[in-house]
């Protein structure tokens, strides 16, 4: 435990109180209260917190509410089919933020594919504002987001076992009953995890908002970012973002006091119960909850009860129900949604147009020479490997033991360990950006390789610390000792034994950490400096100077290159599995 305490200490607990003392000391390095003075003196700076929780909420609301048919379609079907639906859900979770949001414009400009096709359909007589405005906003965030949502839900409805349902079916329970009175309710902390996810994760958005909104979207991050980048104002900017973290943990806290679990034990443990509630408002919450989920199932019985009574089940429907179709078209909906989007960033890459438009003109490759020949963009993109690497390589050295030994020791002081590992996933990226910026200043650090995968890193490790616990939660000690009592020592048990039963695992932590890096643009931002920025930094530039479809270009490079490395890892994942079962049937 002593790496990743020890790196987490100077890499991220230092900084973030070091940025946040800031904002209570003057230009003379005197204990005052000026930059809060200044903070409240306008009610600018709370409108536009108030702003970024409003959209926060409403992209956790449609998130979760869009995205759990999908997440039960997943959890409920078999197994093959489970894999293909979840890796299509995992080609856009894992592109980047900025290919995505150049797919929006694409398809959401008024020369874009939505607008052409409603307009050639006589749907409408002109462009429709679908862009730079609350409505694009949340278009964007939801669709980054909703992928979070639905991964976090499906893990906690594989733990559901089927014979609840099954049983509520032979007590006289419809199939809608037995989903809303015994299904849903075991569902909760999933969704109740999921939510809190997106929406923590909502808070420090700042590139969908500033390329598809308005300035009536301005988030809590875009004033940080101007307050340290453009105007040097530390002590201000630290304010804000004390501002910004007391109202984050204050939404923490209230989360802990209604679903009864610490947050970081939530994120690392599989949620599938709930404390028990004692104080009065976890209770009321408790009621209330019941007493809808009570109400909707009545609500579903008669309904099911008229349909049936207006036209009989048959044997045929009864084999494959209604509510199954529906769910499959719900579910194929969603994904389209998330998948589909991407794709038009493809096409347009090929466009010979000076700018975005839809559809694309003509048929050219100068986008992708252009690109090539730009060594600023080459440059970017190496880096960006190089980093991706050692930082993945890093938070892997650090965090794989870490999770060993946070799960298989009962170590003092465990809790809160896990409380500072996990801490990084939670906390704002924008805030530890600007706070190892200042570290960096001091160290020398800014604009070197070094410091990129030292910062991406420190985001990194407590990926690498979930998945490492959740496998080796389900792992089977009992097999170490018996490779122990057949003369076996540790170190050979570890690498015959452990590690090849737990490589899928290592192999999802190791690509998490690399995909994360690789799309990291909020320490990029701060980190590499003006002389070598990482690929998401320079597509961050370009696209506030220009979009042109060279951007795009990139756009596509980045999406196949993502695509390539999630099927390699994918399919070396299922040979591992496949190796391991044949090594270890019982294990398996």
Known sequence: MVPVVAFLLVLFVYPVGQLLWLSFVDSAGELSLTHYARLFSTSTYVRVLGVTFEIAAWTTVISVVAGYPLAYLIATTRPGVRGVLILFVLVPFWTSFLVRTFAWLVLLGRNGAINNWMTSLGLTDGPLPLIYNRAGVLIGMVHALMPVAVLTMVAVMRTIDPAFSGAAG??????????WRIYLPLSMPGVAAGALLVFVLSLGFFITPALLGSGREILIAQVIIEQIEQ????????????????ATLAVLYLYEKVFGRPVALHAASSPASVAQRNGAFERLVSRVGHGLVIALSGVSGQIGRMLEHIRPISA??????????????????????LAAPSLFVIPVSFSEAAYIQWPPIGFTLENYRLVLADSAYVGAMLRSLVVGLGSAALAMAIGVPAAFGLVRRDLPGKRAILAMALAPMILPHIVIAIALFFLYAKLGLVGTVLGLILGHACISVPFVIVTLMAVLSTYDERLDYAAWSLGANRWQALRRITLPIILPGIIAAFLFA??????????????????RPTLPKQLWVDSMLRVSPVVTAVATVVLVFVTTVILIAEFTRRWAERRSKVQFPEAA
């Open 170 to 179: 032979t007590l006289g329970a419809r199939g809608s009953q037995a989903f």
């Open 231 to 246: 105007m040097l104002n530390w002590g201000f900017g630290g304010a804000v973002s004390v501002l910004f973290l007391a």
């Open 316 to 337: 045929a429907r009864r084999q494959l129900p209604l509510s199954r179709l529906v769910l499959w078209f719900v579910g194929m909906v969603t994904l389209v949604f």
């Open 514 to 531: 690399f995909v994360i890096s690789l799309d990291e643009l909020s320490i990029s931002l701060f980190i590499s400096g003006g002389t």
